[in-house]
């Protein structure tokens, strides 16, 4: 299995950034796409960014402009800047991976980290 690790959740004030982090861990394993999803409070859940293994980028419209997403291969790590804040980002992020087991060639499977909570004040 693939287990993933998020950090850097928190408070902010509407206009601040911050920065999530999400690190992958196992073995014979290759990472396809990364990205992340957020859930609101009574809201659908929703597909904030996603990066593919060739490095292009994807964003939902309501943050284009000001999340920029990242990924550094040498550390199984996707990353998710934040920049001028809105309190409609409040949510729970999760990240996820899609992967392929060595053993298991073809095969695609996701793994989500834990949540990160995001919380924008007025």
């Known amino acids: 299995q693939v287990q993933l690790v998020e950090s850097g959740g928190g408070l902010v004030q509407a206009g601040g950034s911050l920065r999530l982090s999400c690190a992958a861990s196992g073995t014979n394993f290759k990472i396809n796409e990364m990205g992340w999803h957020r859930q609101a409070p009574g809201l659908q859940r929703e597909l904030v960014a996603n990066?593919?293994?060739?490095?292009?980028?994807s964003y939902a419209d309501s943050v284009k402009g000001r999340f920029t997403i990242s990924r550094d291969n040498a550390k199984n790590t996707v990353y998710l800047q934040m920049n001028s804040l809105k309190p409609e980002d409040t949510a729970v992020y999760y990240c996820?991976?899609?992967?392929?087991?060595?053993?298991?060639?073809?095969?695609?499977?996701?793994?989500w980290g834990q949540g990160a909570q995001v919380t924008v004040s007025s």
């Open positions: 996820y991976a899609d992967y392929q087991r060595y053993l298991w060639l073809g095969v695609i499977t996701r793994s």
């Open positions: 990066i593919t293994g060739g490095d292009s980028t």
